[in-house]
């Protein structure tokens, strides 16, 4: 690297740091939990399932009235105007002395202008009797509309964390990366300088030099491309809390240790089975069928309603509206079945319909039930193998660390090349590439596994 190149480097590094501690300076640094809280009030599909949940519970009122009587009242005052007409009409003329019925005559009709008032007021009441359980079947179906309504509630919120947590933990995991390559650009520049001065007073070759300049330009572009990482995952974590993507960002660093799991993977796929939002669901989602099924079974069956009634009406308005309810006035009390006798195969079509739809649901269980077990082992599984690479990977740096070391004095006193120290080097930045990698990842794991258990809050 010329010194003019150096100075570019070494301007774009100040300017950098200097623009992150202004950053931080002037963003308030946010916690797991504040950024869970933040997109848990700002999460839009979340507001809308919320939404869903009232939504549903209207269909229960409107499910319940089904069992209610239902009670009419109607009112209605006119005039009843009728201009005068001629018609042809049958005019009684006279008696048949033989029969006594009357004669009639067809003859011309005149009619001289009518009007009158009209004034009517009418109560009635209905109630469903009889109809072999179908509106509490409706009723019972409404509750589980509810019900799923706050299943799917639930299961957004433990997505919503889940995408939060993974969002955080990639910030952090970008982060921790790039301070891994700021260490590795650091390291290697010196090694430059150490080479160059070497080079000066004759004890390597210029090879030499050319060979650590090439590894500086190296780790300059992880360095670059890490730097980018980090702005897309601060992009991410934004979107992630309901934020716009180019919002400034801080995140409090967390200690990502990880104890060993609290329960064995057979008692995690049973907690899952439990308490698995999703799988509920679809559970319910047979329950509904399974009513839709009996519903369309009931169908064929007749219906008993019953019906009561009181109507006034009367020229003179104060006839009809006044208190004395036992004059001009009319009561109507009957019961009516229904019977559906034959609707074109209709109903024998909608019971197969629910009857196939109630099939399905059953095997939609089963299926989710196994992918979600396989799901569960697999996050449990990572969660272990993360951990375990992450010990590794600790040793591998030490390690790593202690060759690096070993390497440098070597190539000093002349009897290492700079390639060993460059390989060495290497070795070093892949090992603390490795540990943070599988340190954060173990976190995102057990962050996903907890939404499968719908433990992501606890």
């Known amino acids: 690297m010329n010194y003019r190149s150096l100075i570019r480097w070494t301007v774009m590094t100040i300017l950098f740091a200097g623009i992150s501690g202004l950053h931080a300076q ?3 640094k946010l916690s797991m939990d504040d950024c869970v809280k933040i997109a848990l009030e700002n999460n839009s599909v979340l507001k809308n399932k919320k939404r869903d949940v009232d939504l549903a519970g209207t269909d229960v009122v409107s499910a319940r009235s089904a069992l209610l009587p239902s009670i009419n009242a109607s009112l209605a005052s006119g005039k009843y105007i009728q201009g005068e007409r001629k018609f042809a009409g049958d005019v009684p003329v006279g008696i048949d002395t033989l029969t006594g019925e009357a004669i009639y005559e067809q003859k011309t009709i005149t009619q001289s202008r009518i009007e009158r008032n009209s004034h009517y007021a009418n109560i009635s009441l209905t109630q469903q009797l009889w109809d072999w359980g179908r509106d509490w079947r409706a009723l ?27 969002a955080y933990f990639e910030l952090l995991k970008a982060k921790k990366l790039g301070e891994v390559y700021q260490e590795a650009v650091t390291v290697s520049e010196e090694q430059l300088k150490r080479t160059e001065v070497m080079y000066q007073i004759g004890s390597i070759a210029l090879a030499d030099v050319y060979k650590a300049k090439v590894q500086v330009g190296r780790d300059q572009v992880n360095l670059i491309t890490q730097q980018n990482i980090i702005v897309k995952a601060e992009a991410d974590l934004n979107y992630a809390l ?47 069928y399974y009513h839709e099924k009996r519903k369309a079974q009931l169908a064929f069956l007749p219906t008993i309603s019953g019906r009561v009634s009181y109507q006034r009406d009367n020229e003179d308005i104060n006839r009809v509206y006044n208190k004395h309810l036992n004059q001009d006035y009319s009561v109507n009390i009957g019961a009516q079945l229904d019977l559906n006798i034959f609707k074109g195969f209709a109903d024998k079509a909608e019971l197969q319909r629910q009857s196939l739809n109630y099939a399905k649901a059953e095997e939609d269980y089963i299926d989710h039930e196994r992918q979600l077990k396989s799901n569960v082992t697999q996050a449990y599984l990572n969660v272990k193998a993360y951990r375990e690479i992450a010990d590794i990977n600790s040793t591998n740096l030490e390690s790593a660390q202690e060759d690096f070391r070993l390497a440098q004095e070597r190539y000093k006193i002349g009897s290492g090349t700079l390639i060993e120290v460059i ?35 606890e």
Do not use: F
Not at 141 to 151: K, P, V
Not at 428 to 442: E, G, I, M
């Open 140 to 166: 019972k179906q409404a509750n589980l509309g509810r019900e799923s309504a706050r299943l799917s509630l639930l299961s957004t919120k433990n997505q919503v964390v889940y995408n939060v947590k993974e």
């Open 242 to 288: 309901g934020l716009e993507p180019n919002s400034p960002i801080d995140i409090e660093e967390m200690d990502v240790e990880v104890s060993q799991l609290s329960m064995q993977r057979t008692d995690a796929v049973q907690t899952a089975v439990e308490r698995n939002p999703d799988l509920k669901n679809i559970g319910l989602n047979i329950d509904n």
């Open 423 to 457: 390989d060495a080097q290497l070795s070093v930045t892949q090992a603390k590439s490795n540990l943070v990698t599988a340190r954060y990842n173990t976190q995102i794991a057990l962050a996903y596994l907890n939404s499968l258990l719908n433990t992501s809050n």
């Open 26 to 28: 002037d963003v308030k």
